[in-house]
């Protein structure tokens, strides 16, 4: 099961982070949010991804942060729906397509700016307190490449506690996910028994923030470290 650090912020703390090898890292690109990115991201390992968390943002915007912080995943934390996702993806297959057209004079340059990117991937966000409707996840089957599950509260993420995981026994679908919502070191010991359960078969992540901080986009690199071991064993 692959893990994903959301809501980073300072440079030197994300060196730290990435030094711990997660496959994801989550940037917040949401202005009302206490861990809105606005800065530099520094050079990180190749096996990490940047994922860019948006809420009902528009779509030109997305692409543009998409652009300039070389982001490989998108995470949609609204309203967004199937058609949004479907056309994303191919708005950004477009623009990629124009940057390595056979327009470019030098074929060398053209095919090494080809290998530099990488498919966009879609997360779509779903929010569950003690029940969920699954049916709503049907449109969006074929328009994302992962759901996640976070708690429902009164921010759109990062409100630190965790939902009814039970409810992820009756998921119909096959479409991996990443689980989200008040993950913390007290919940080690839960998310290894999540693991053993038929509920898990298509966890394909775990999603952590809030109860990793120091402070809103600081995370305590020992109390990761720590959980990363926990969840090894």
Known sequence: MKLKVCGM?????????ANLQPNYLGFIFYNKSTRYFDSVIPTLPKSIKKVGVFVNEDMNSVIEMITKFNLQAVQLHGEESPEYCEQLKRQYEESNNEITSPKVTDNHDSIKKSNQIATLEIIKVF???????????????????????????????????????????????????????????????????????????????????????????????????????????
């Open 9 to 17: 912020k300072y440079k030197d703390n994300m060196e730290a982070v």
């Open 127 to 233: 929010s569950i307190k003690d029940e969920f409707n699954f049916e709503v996840l049907q449109p969006y089957e074929n328009h994302c490449d992962y759901f996640l599950f976070d708690t429902k509260g009164k921010l759109p993420g990062g409100n630190g506690y965790t939902f009814n995981w039970s409810v992820l026994n009756s998921y119909p679908s096959k479409k991996p996910y990443f689980l989200s919502g008040g993950i913390g070191i007290n919940e080690a010991e839960k998310v290894k028994e999540f693991i053993k359960s038929p509920a898990s078969k298509y966890c394909y992540a775990l999603d952590v923030n809030s109860k990793f901080e120091i402070e809103p986009g600081l995370k305590n690199i020992e109390k990761l470290k720590t959980f990363i071991q926990e969840i090894k064993t």
